[in-house]
Every structure is written in structure tokens, then in C-alpha cells.
T-cell receptor, first 115, second 112 residues
Framework: DAGVTQSPTHLIKTRGQQVTLRCSPK?????VSWYQQALGQGPQFIFQ???????QRGNFPDRFSGHQFPNYSSELNVNALLLGDSALYLC??????????????FGQGTRLTVV | EDQVTQSPEALRLQEGESSSLNCSYT??????LFWYRQDPGKGPEFLFT???AGEEKEKERLKATLTKKESFLHITAPKPEDSATYLC?????????????FGTGTQLKVEL
């Protein structure tokens, strides 16, 4: 049973560029959440997708956007990259939203470096 | 605003020296408290979920407990392979969806 998979594992981008990160959820899961983790900090919630819609959003600017596909996989897009966007981006999958107690399982992350 | 505070920030133990990590939380209606282990450069690995005060869960050398204000992760006779950052997170009842609010973690180093 494949767990949560993310691609790419590492990425280097220049300020002002755009980036797309990808995530495939754990088999049987239908909800994907994205987190940003700066060095030495805990993960910070970006947003959550369920049934191909953004259901909840954290305190991140509109430069951060996403998408969920019919097969439950998801993309995170970041436009106009800033140096401060350098971080480990984590995808977490779970089953359902709101009324469940589903554990969230994380992928290995994408390390984004903005230069 | 949900808040999670973990202490200590870093902990160095000798192999076999038991200790506890603390996670204090403030949340409007707790729907679950989660413990994760994270190795450097990797994603968090799920350990436990606790749902109500008084609940306890164990896994090998780890035991997690929960009160109405805090959770403890007890590590009994740790080994060097237990070295990692341990993260605590909470999920709220209303308006929280599946969002997890994390603490900054406790970095554990177990030495021979």
C-alpha cells in the first residue's frame, strides 16, 4: 500500500518564478492538506482540498493556490516566489473532513529553495 | 486562535535514561491531539491520536497521555534510534475541518 507521495523531492527556483508541487494521497484517502514548514518550526497549514474544492485556508496570501483532481491527487502552486517561501512543503492525506477523526499521514515533503 | 506549546525545545538523554516531553494546548473544543515523529529532512510520521482526557496509548518505548490542558510523551529506556524531533498537533471540533495546528517540536538526541 503506497503511502503519500510527493514530487519533486527538491527544487531550486529564482525569485519571481512560479512553482508547482504535486501530491498523491494514501490509498483510500480523499482529502489532501498542504503545509509549509520553515527550518526549526512546526508545519503551518496552507489549505485543504476535498471533493475538488478548497474547503479551508490558513493565513497564506493568494499567491498560494491549489487544485485537486478527480483521482484525489493534488497540486500546490506558488506564484511570484519570494526568498521567504523557501521551506519544506508537506502534503497530508486523510479520509473525509469535518466530522471524522481520520489521522493525517504525511508525505516526505518537497524542499523548495528560492534564490 | 489555537495554540500549541512544546517543551523542552531540545533534550539530550543517555541511552536508557527515561524522560517525558510536554505539549500544552489551548483550543476551542479538542477533536484530537496528535503526536508525530520527524527525522531531519523527512515528513512527519504518525505516532498517536488521543481524543479525551485520561486516554493513554503506547507503542514500543513510547507512551502518550492526555489531560484537559496538556499531553505528555513518555519515553522509556530510549535508544539512539529514538533520536528525532517530536511534534504535537491539535485539531478542533468546530470550523477546523482537518486542519492541524502544530507546536514547534522537541528535538530529542539519545546518546550511547
Amino acid at each position: 500500500d503506497a503511502g503519500v507521495t510527493q514530487s519533486p523531492t527538491h527544487l531550486i527556483k529564482t525569485r519571481g518564478q512560479q512553482v508547482t508541487l504535486r501530491c498523491s494521497p494514501k490509498s483510500g484517502h480523499d482529502t489532501v492538506s498542504w503545509y509549509q514548514q520553515a527550518l526549526g518550526q512546526g508545519p503551518q497549514f496552507i489549505f485543504q482540498y476535498y471533493e475538488e474544492e478548497e474547503r479551508q485556508r490558513g493565513n497564506f496570501p493568494d499567491r498560494f493556490s491549489g487544485h485537486q483532481f478527480p483521482n484525489y491527487s493534488s497540486e500546490l502552486n506558488v506564484n511570484a516566489l519570494l526568498l521567504g517561501d523557501s521551506a519544506l512543503y508537506l502534503c497530508a492525506s486523510s479520509l473525509g473532513t469535518g466530522g471524522t477523526n481520520s489521522e493525517a499521514f504525511f508525505g516526505q515533503g518537497t524542499r523548495l529553495t528560492v534564490v | 486562535e489555537d495554540q500549541v506549546t512544546q517543551s523542552p525545545e531540545a533534550l539530550r538523554l543517555q541511552e536508557g535514561e527515561s524522560s517525558s516531553l510536554n505539549c500544552s494546548y489551548t483550543v476551542s473544543g479538542l477533536r484530537g491531539l496528535f503526536w508525530y515523529r520527524q527525522d531531519p529532512g523527512k515528513g512527519p510520521e504518525f505516532l498517536f491520536t488521543l481524543y479525551s482526557a485520561g486516554e493513554e496509548k503506547e507503542k514500543e518505548r513510547l507512551k502518550a497521555t492526555l489531560t484537559k490542558k496538556e499531553s505528555f510523551l513518555h519515553i522509556t529506556a530510549p535508544k539512539p534510534e529514538d533520536s528525532a524531533t517530536y511534534l504535537c498537533a491539535v485539531r478542533r471540533v468546530t470550523g477546523g475541518g482537518n486542519k492541524l495546528t502544530f507546536g514547534t517540536g522537541t528535538q530529542l538526541k539519545v546518546e550511547l
